[in-house]
């Protein structure tokens, strides 16, 4: 099982590159998806068919971008 990491789409849908022919993959069947919402899932791939292990950055919005910065500044 090889490592890709993922990007969630505006779309919804979730997009890896594929770790052993570099082709992009675009996954947008909504049952596949639903099993793919941690930061990481082994999904068959539909280009190469091996397993593959999905990682996600979890996403940090604004606000606690900013409160984590304003937090380090009074720290320091």
């Given at each position: 099982?090889?490592?890709?990491?993922?990007?969630?789409?505006?779309?919804?849908?979730?997009?890896?590159?594929?770790?052993?022919?570099?082709?992009?993959?675009?996954?947008?069947?909504?049952?596949?998806?639903?099993?793919?919402?941690?930061?990481?899932?082994?999904?068959?791939?539909?280009?190469?068919?091996?397993?593959?292990?999905?990682?996600?950055?979890?996403?940090?919005?604004?606000?606690?971008?900013?409160?984590?910065?304003?937090r380090r500044?009074?720290?320091?």
């Amino acid at each position: 099982m090889r490592a890709a990491a993922a990007t969630p789409r505006p779309s919804g849908a979730l997009r890896y590159r594929c770790p052993v022919n570099g082709s992009l993959v675009l996954v947008t069947d909504d049952e596949t998806l639903a099993g793919l919402d941690r930061l990481r899932a082994r999904l068959r791939c539909i280009d190469c068919g091996e397993m593959h292990l999905l990682t996600q950055e979890a996403e940090i919005d604004d606000a606690t971008a900013s409160r984590n910065h304003r937090r380090r500044s009074l720290e320091a």
